[in-house]
């Protein structure tokens, strides 16, 4: 009889070993998984927030190029102008 508890006893020990010690990693798996992919997600809105302002930064210069152009074509069209009234003037 008291083997028989015993032999219980042991199968239950056993079966907790071999169900508990897996699921214990399991759980230590999950853990640091979600742990990981907390930080992917702040890495993620980090860079989505760098990338954003880099698009700002980017269209604020190139607007600022565009203008610049735009201000030394008609500066050169105006050079352009008085050239051709020189050149008329002189022959005519």
Same mark, same amino acid.
């Given at each position: %009889?008291?083997?028989?508890?015993?032999?219980? #006893?042991?199968?239950?020990?056993?079966?907790?070993?071999?169900? !508990?010690?897996?699921?214990?990693?399991?759980?230590?798996?999950?853990? *640091?998984?979600?742990? %990981?992919?907390?930080?992917v +997600?702040?890495?993620?809105?980090? $860079?989505?927030?760098? #990338? +954003?302002?880099?698009?700002?930064?980017?269209r604020?210069?190139?607007e *600022?190029?565009?203008?610049? $152009?735009? +201000?030394?074509?008609?500066?050169?069209?105006?050079?352009e102008?008085? #050239?051709?009234?020189?050149e008329?003037g *002189?022959? !005519?």
């Open positions: %009889m008291e083997w028989t508890a015993f032999e219980t #006893l042991a199968a239950i020990a056993a079966l907790f070993l071999s169900i !508990g010690v897996p699921v214990i990693r399991l759980n230590s798996s999950i853990t *640091k998984l979600t742990v %990981m992919l907390e930080r +997600e702040q890495d993620v809105a980090a $860079n989505r927030t760098a #990338l +954003e302002q880099q698009r700002a930064a980017a604020a210069s190139h *600022k190029l565009w203008r610049h $152009n735009e +201000e030394q074509d008609a500066q050169l069209q105006n050079h102008t008085r #050239l051709r009234v020189l008329t *002189k022959d !005519g």
